[in-house]
């Protein structure tokens, strides 16, 4: 399994932009596809956005999407989750998780499948 860091969480107002990194440990990220999911206060994680090992698949929970966009580069062993017209419900612990997977395999949204996790990255957006 790889290891996982996130990074790029903060503090911003409503309205405003994040970038949020998830860098694997070591090249066989290729082979996996990558989440992110959502904690908030109180809440259960859910499903952000997820893209295929390829990244040429993408699904985008409705909550976000027209806001946030996922991608990656490879050659940075990178995942990204770019957020805009952030809003104070977007307030979570961020994580990335990633699942070994063949190219042809459906794209899952449940947390449940997926094995490596990282430590997750607090987004606070204030109204």
């Known amino acids: 399994q790889v290891q996982l860091v996130e990074s790029g969480g903060g503090l911003v107002q409503a309205g405003d932009s994040l970038r949020l990194s998830c860098t694997a440990s070591?090249?066989?990220?290729?082979?996996?596809?990558v989440g992110w999911f959502r904690q908030g206060p109180g809440q259960e994680r859910t499903f952000v956005a997820i893209?295929?090992?390829?990244?040429?698949?993408?699904v985008v929970a409705d909550s976000v999407k027209g806001r946030f966009t996922i991608s990656r580069d490879k050659t940075k062993n990178s995942v990204y989750l770019q957020m805009n017209s952030l809003k104070p419900e977007d307030t979570a612990v961020y994580y990335c998780?990633?699942?070994?997977?063949?190219?042809?395999?459906?794209?899952?949204?449940?947390?449940?499948?997926?094995?490596?996790w990282g430590q997750g990255t607090q987004v606070t957006v204030s109204s």
């Open positions: 070591r090249r066989a990220f290729d082979d996996y596809a």
């Open positions: 893209i295929s090992r390829g990244g040429g698949n993408t």
């Open positions: 998780a990633g699942k070994r997977t063949i190219l042809t395999a459906p794209l899952s949204t449940e947390a449940g499948s997926y094995v490596s």
